[in-house]
């Protein structure tokens, strides 16, 4: 056997692989809730259950101590929210992507509050067309989020099973990715990590 028959037969099983990949549909399984303790669960299945991975996390046992409350506090959610234009190709392509998927179950029920009450409020307003477009682009989803303005939060549940066919999630990440303002929002995540690394 020469090597151009062996190179041939790699690249051949190399396009095989990459077609599964692209063209099969992967299967995934959610559960996750933020209570105390923390617990989560995920499940991967494709190729018919052929290959199947399980991910699963518990919270480990440890002696009793006082912690500080959960802290979710947007440093740069003044910065976020400038950026207005990103909007539009979040929008278009959340609901691309929702489109790309079959979703056979998804119920979520969380409560949310920042460590400012206009911050809260920021991220309602960004929050509230995402719902909207997932309650008439996914009629199964039931999913709720209450704001707290008085104390800082985050606690939930979420649960859900879906199929994805990885090819077809490629155009709606290629136009998202090449829309101007989604460029501008890399680079500032890039500088970002630039001066924490610095």
Not at 128 to 148: C, Q
Request: with cysteine; glycine share 4%; hydrophobic share 45%.
């Amino acid at each position: 056997m020469t090597l151009i028959t062996v190179l041939g037969i790699i690249f051949f099983l190399i396009v095989i692989l990459l077609g599964c990949l692209l063209f099969i549909p992967f299967y995934f399984n959610l559960w996750i809730s933020t209570e105390s303790p923390l617990e989560s669960k995920f499940t991967i299945i494709w190729m018919e259950g052929l290959i199947k991975k399980e991910l699963k996390k518990s919270p480990k046992k440890k002696p009793k101590e006082k912690k500080d409350a959960f802290k979710l506090d947007f440093k740069k959610i003044q910065e976020l929210y400038e950026l207005k234009d990103l909007l539009q190709p979040i929008q278009r392509f959340f609901k691309e992507f929702l489109k790309s998927i079959s979703i056979e179950k998804l119920n979520a029920h969380i409560e949310i509050g920042l460590s400012n009450a206009a911050y809260t409020g920021m991220l309602n307003g960004f929050l509230y067309p995402f719902l909207r477009t997932m309650d008439t682009v996914i009629p199964k989803a039931n999913i709720t989020v209450d704001y707290d303005y008085t104390e800082e939060k985050l606690k939930g549940f979420a649960e859900g099973a879906l199929g994805l066919r990885v090819i077809n999630i490629v155009p709606p990440v290629l136009r998202f990715i090449s829309a101007k303002p989604s460029r501008k929002f890399i680079k500032m995540i890039i500088k970002e990590k630039i001066k924490r690394k610095s």
